[in-house]
């Protein structure tokens, strides 16, 4: 049975990272790395907003430790999916009226800026636990998560969609055994049997 996509999430309800369970459907993991991503984004932009509150009480230390694990942990996994996995399938499968080639430059630029970016973000986000951000690092947080909103706009609206139409069983067999080894399980009865 293909697992289900949750389409009702409110954002900000913060999840916790994206069900192993999921890979049964790689596009449908992706797209949940995606509806994450975007709560996490709103988590950020909560956090930049101490530095306008009253009071500019320290973020919530729940809020950072969230956000934080979500860089360092599911991120580079995400990114490493679309990068080594995704992207290239994509690259062979799609037609030439597809131009996918265009978007795919386009993503992989974003990627580049988001890992350049990201370790600052964490120093950041790791100097909060006791006080506000100040007004130029609630501008850098509140500026990556506008870039990497943009970037999910991007990706929902026009790699998954094409990635559905055009990615063939064989080519989602490949994806889903990447990602599983990308995240160390050697099979989905292993998730079963956990
Ligand atoms: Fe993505
Ligand atoms: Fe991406």
Known sequence: MTPQVSQNRQVGTCLPPTD?????????????????????????????A???????????????????????KEL?????????????LMRR????????????????????????????????LNLLWDRAPLEAEAQLISRYASHARRHLILENAVILPIARLRLRADDLDSLRLRMMQRRGLSSLAELDNA
């Open 20 to 48: 192993f369970a999921l890979l049964a459907d790689p596009l449908g993991f992706i797209a949940e790395d995606h509806l994450r991503e975007r709560e996490i984004c709103a988590l950020l932009d909560r956090i930049a």
């Open 93 to 124: 499968c799609c037609e030439a009226e597809d131009e996918i080639g265009r978007v795919i430059e386009r993503l992989l630029s974003d990627h580049h800026h988001a890992l350049a970016d990201t370790p600052e973000v964490i120093e950041v």
């Open 76 to 88: 580079p996994l995400h990114l490493a999916d679309e990068e080594e996995d995704l992207f290239p």
């Open 50 to 72: 101490c530095a306008r509150a009253e009071g500019s009480a320290a973020p919530d230390a729940q809020d950072l430790d969230r956000a934080l694990a979500f860089l360092q």
